[in-house]
């Protein structure tokens, strides 16, 4: 439950967004996207997109200024990866041509991938700040947990330190498990990064291209 | 050197090229229609605009209708420059988007990029002031997408265009029989009558009418009494008046008149209600309860009698003895109940009279001619047998018999002394007054003390007053003072006026006289006054005869 908090956040906000724009449809009919609340929607959703791939991906080379944790952040952009494309979806006002619809196709896109990528980014072992761990390094991290669960000093009567057990016990099996797989989780991630990185390079592109294309037609403001 | 974005790799630089050029080459070659958000309007209008059919003519030409940002026109203003209707419309009050629309606003009605076929006016125009078409929208409101009413639920084919189709095909489905017959009865042009508000529609209420309806009206078909109405005006005109309707409804034919509502409601005809006391004879009495037809005869409800006898002459007792109607004396309330004043008659009752039955005097019903003298009624009851004449009156008070007034001093016998205290009867035996003899003796019997001396003429000596004292006014041939007597008659008459004695006075001792006058040798001593005349002494001096 907790590795998975920033989904539950993110449910709830779409949840939250659902339900103000089903209000909002009730009323007025679904938004247009030309509209001030669509176009809202989509300006809004379009800089979360923005800060989903921009923050993380600073904050991943930013080894020498950390701000922040590298997991904190990765959620803070699993959460605006989910929470974004959904805001340009209703943004769409459910109509899918032209130049908008292709920017609406590469953003479900690259959430599809941005889900897929999440899932083999896991596979890959990392430290609290994510810099990835080299075999060398989980083999001597679960050298260290067999000497630690093979020590004496336990004392089964004390609680804590038997939980403190029982996450080492899960720990070395994870790592043993990663050890085992991952080659083949980086060849993996490697593979994701070059379908992803084009995807959504062609999605922002698009993206600039239809907003600059709706500045220059200035529905919106006259 | 590490890449501040992880995004800027080759591949991905790449990708955003070559996203860029295929955008350019589409928009190059597809006449920006990769910007459209949907196709134009392909239907034409009536005439060419601004040199083309329809939008679709200009789906290459974006800027023809979108002005750049940093421009200075807005969309609306290239709407304008080739719809000029519509900008001539904004310019004059009564163009249908005067004072609503503006250049600014095209697109708060009027949509585009919707398909070829699809509509450029939203279905939804609730601002407009549709009050300005004569036709107020109060009772058709449009409420939005899946509300009440759209504009084209009334203008399928396009919003400056209206066929009562529209109304037809609505309220024939809403109240079918009530449309059809609407219909029938005043033809398919609605808004001749209708304007949506103030005219016979949502806020229309009857009631509010010079002409409320009330009871059968309610339920009437509006052509029963706005028959062949076609317009306003002519509805007005519906007839208000009862008889104007119901002229073939009078079952009195016209006798009552035409203001039926007088007695009638517009509840029913029957059980009329009118109030009788506004005509020319209230009910009063027993007519109040009376059956109408029982006056109205074979519903007569005019031209009848308001006289009594117009009603009641087979009901008549008197056998029209009376020239004044019932009234004068019968109140409406029963025959019985009588008010007449019999004081206000030649004949005011009075005394015993006024307790007397009617019939003890008007005998068998007769009241015109009775007659007024007593006797007439009394005659039986004369106990002086016509005696005195026939006018009671003139003795007899009208209380009772015994309240007699007999002025007996007019009489040829005035009372006097104590006949004024006798009772009638001591004199009038056996009620007989006329013929009563005025002579004592025939009431007084002569007593015996002057049996055959005095005659009957009692008065001679008596007065009325009393028997004694008497005076004795007549001869006496001895002194009637003798001896002092004072007129005191017994004491020489004690037993009658006939004879005398002597002996009365003490002075005259019968054994003393005997024996002075045997002594003189007279033996006969019972004529004294043979000797002693005039009272004198022996020898007739009668003075100092001892």
Redesign the interface.
């Given at each position: 439950m907790q590795g998975s908090r920033e989904l539950w956040l993110a449910g709830l906000a779409v949840a939250l967004i659902t339900a103000l724009y089903a209000g909002a449809t009730a009323l007025?009919?679904i938004p247009a996207?030309?509209g001030f609340l669509g176009h809202s929607l989509g300006v809004v959703g379009f800089l979360l997109m923005l800060a989903t791939?921009?923050l993380y991906?600073?904050r991943?080379?930013a080894i020498r200024r950390p701000w922040g944790r590298m997991r904190d952040w990765l959620r803070f952009h699993i959460f605006t990866g989910i929470v974004g494309p959904y805001l340009v979806l209703l943004h769409s006002a459910w109509?899918f041509?032209?130049?908008?619809g292709v920017v609406t196709l590469l953003t479900m896109l690259i959430v599809v991938s941005g889900f897929t990528g999440r899932y083999i980014y896991t596979a890959v072992p990392r430290t609290a700040d994510g810099i990835v761990l080299e075999a060398e390094a989980l083999r001597a991290e679960v050298a260290a947990l067999n000497a630690e669960l093979e020590s004496g000093d336990l004392n089964d009567a004390d609680r804590q330190r038997l939980a403190h057990r029982s996450a080492a016990e899960r720990r070395r099996r994870r790592l043993e498990r990663q050890i085992g797989s991952l080659a083949s989780a980086r060849r993996m991630l490697s593979l994701w990064?070059?379908v992803h990185?084009?995807?959504?390079?062609?999605l922002?592109?698009?993206a600039i291209?239809?907003a600059a294309?709706a500045?220059?037609?200035?529905?919106l403001?006259? | 050197m590490t890449r501040p974005l992880g995004c800027l790799t080759g591949a991905g630089l790449l990708a955003g090229l070559l996203t860029a050029l295929t955008i350019g080459a589409s928009a190059a070659f597809g006449g920006n229609a990769l910007f459209s958000p949907g196709e134009l309007n392909a239907v034409a209008g009536e005439a060419p605009v601004g040199g083309i059919d329809s939008h679709a003519d200009r789906s290459q030409e974006c800027g023809q209708c979108h002005a750049p940002i940093w421009g200075d026109q807005r969309m609306g203003d290239r709407c304008l420059a080739c719809h000029q209707r519509v900008a001539d419309e904004l310019a004059v009050v009564s163009g249908f988007h005067y004072g609503y629309a503006s250049a600014g606003n095209c697109r708060d009605c009027h949509t585009e990029h919707q398909g070829p076929q699809a509509a450029l006016t939203l279905q939804e125009i609730v601002n407009y002031p549709h009050d300005r078409t004569r036709f107020m929208l109060l009772a058709h409101p449009p409420t939005g997408a899946g509300g009440a009413f759209r504009c084209m639920d009334c203008h399928p084919a396009r919003l400056g265009e209206f066929s009562t189709d529209s109304c037809e095909g609505c309220h024939k489905q809403l109240d079918p029989a009530y449309t059809v017959q609407h219909l029938i009865d005043f033809g398919p042009g609605c808004l001749e009558c209708h304007d949506g508000v103030d005219r016979y529609g949502v806020h229309f209420d009857h009631q509010n009418l010079v002409f409320p309806l009330e009871g059968v009206h309610l339920e009437l078909r509006c052509s029963a009494c706005h028959a062949g109405a076609r317009d306003v005006p002519a509805l007005q005109a519906a007839p208000a008046r009862c008889f104007e309707c119901h002229a073939s409804d009078d079952i009195h034919s016209g006798r009552l008149g035409q203001v039926c509502e007088s007695c009638h409601t517009p509840q029913t005809w029957e059980g009329a209600t009118l109030d009788h006391r506004l005509t020319a004879f209230p009910l009063l009495g027993s007519h109040a309860t009376a059956d109408c037809l029982g006056c109205h005869v074979e519903r007569q409800w005019s031209g009848i009698p308001r006289d009594c006898t117009g009603c009641h002459s087979q009901q008549d007792p008197h056998a029209g003895q009376f020239v004044r109607d019932c009234d004068a004396c019968h109140s409406p309330t029963q025959w019985s109940d009588l008010h007449f004043d019999h004081q206000q008659s030649t004949y005011p009752l009075v005394g015993a009279h006024r307790k007397a039955s009617c019939s003890g005097c008007h005998e068998n019903g007769r009241y015109v001619g009775t007659p007024t003298a007593c006797i007439a009624c009394h005659a039986a009851e004369d106990e002086h047998d016509g005696r005195f004449g026939q006018d009671c009156s003139a003795c007899h008070e009208p209380t009772t018999w015994d309240d007699v007034t007999f002025d007996h001093n007019l009489s040829r016998f005035p009372l006097t002394g104590a006949h004024r205290s006798t009772a009638c009867l001591g004199c009038h035996k056996g009620g007989s007054f006329a013929g009563t003899p005025t002579a004592c003796s025939a009431c007084h019997a002569e007593p015996g003390i002057h049996r055959g001396v005095f005659g009957l003429q009692c008065g001679s000596c008596h007065s009325t007053s009393a028997w004694l004292p008497a005076s004795w006014n007549g001869s006496h041939s001895f002194p009637m003072n003798h001896g002092g007597a004072g007129g005191q008659c017994s004491t020489c008459h004690p037993s009658s006026y006939g004879q005398y004695t002597c002996y009365g006075c003490h002075k005259h001792d019968p054994g003393d006289t005997e024996k002075k006058h045997r002594e003189e040798g007279i033996g006969n001593l019972s004529a004294c006054a043979d000797c002693h005349a005039g009272g004198r002494g022996e020898g007739g001096d009668g003075g100092d005869d001892d």
């Open positions: 007025a009919g996207a030309s791939e921009t991906s600073l991943k080379r109509e041509r032209g130049l908008a990064h070059s990185i084009p995807l959504g390079m062609a922002f592109v698009a291209i239809h294309g500045l220059y037609y200035a529905t403001l006259r | -």
